[in-house]
């Protein structure tokens, strides 16, 4: 009865770790995403920062301008806060991860590793400020 119940409970861990390993995932940054525009022309830095700013409130970001072509985003969902810098210049833009409040982030491995969610999020980012872009 021992062996049954100790195989039991060992069924029942194996069957929760991947539960808890789909809790997070590599975390995605994005480097030297290339600057668009409707009709190809170059944007002045103003125009972009302004992209930056309304593509990220299209999808509930809050922005901070910060010196050096940056903007910071910070995300806000419940308990949920994750915080990113957007640095640009005139031919492209890089998204990074800076901050985050119960998002699981950590290191694994040498790896930053965060919940699945945060980098859907990033990804909706990217493209809304893409759109934004085309917009001049």
Same mark, same amino acid.
């Given at each position: 009865?021992?062996?049954?119940?100790?195989?039991?409970?060992?069924?029942?861990?194996?069957?929760?770790?991947?539960?808890?390993a789909?809790? &997070? $995932?590599?975390?995605?940054?994005?480097?030297?995403?290339?600057?668009?525009?409707?009709?190809?022309?170059a944007?002045? @830095?103003? =125009?972009?920062?302004k992209?930056?700013?309304?593509?990220g409130a299209?999808?509930q970001?809050?922005?901070?301008?910060?010196?050096?072509?940056?903007?910071q985003?910070t995300?806000?969902?419940?308990?949920?806060?994750a915080?990113?810098?957007v640095?640009? &210049? $005139?031919?492209a833009?890089?998204?990074?991860?800076?901050?985050?409040?119960?998002?699981?982030?950590?290191?694994?491995? @040498?790896? =930053?590793?965060?919940h699945?969610?945060?980098n859907?999020?990033?990804?909706n980012?990217r493209q809304?400020?893409?759109?934004?872009?085309?917009?001049?």
């Amino acid at each position: 009865m021992k062996f049954l119940r100790a195989l039991f409970c060992l069924a029942l861990f194996a069957a929760a770790l991947p539960a808890g390993a789909a809790r &997070t $995932a590599a975390l995605v940054n994005y480097d030297d995403l290339p600057i668009q525009s409707s009709d190809g022309k170059a944007l002045s @830095g103003d =125009q972009i920062r302004k992209a930056i700013i309304q593509g990220g409130a299209t999808r509930q970001w809050a922005a901070t301008v910060k010196p050096g072509n940056i903007v910071q985003l910070t995300y806000n969902r419940g308990k949920y806060t994750a915080v990113v810098e957007v640095k640009y &210049t $005139a031919k492209a833009y890089s998204i990074h991860y800076v901050d985050s409040t119960d998002l699981n982030y950590s290191m694994e491995g @040498g790896k =930053q590793v965060i919940h699945p969610n945060y980098n859907g999020w990033i990804q909706n980012l990217r493209q809304a400020i893409d759109v934004q872009l085309r917009t001049f």
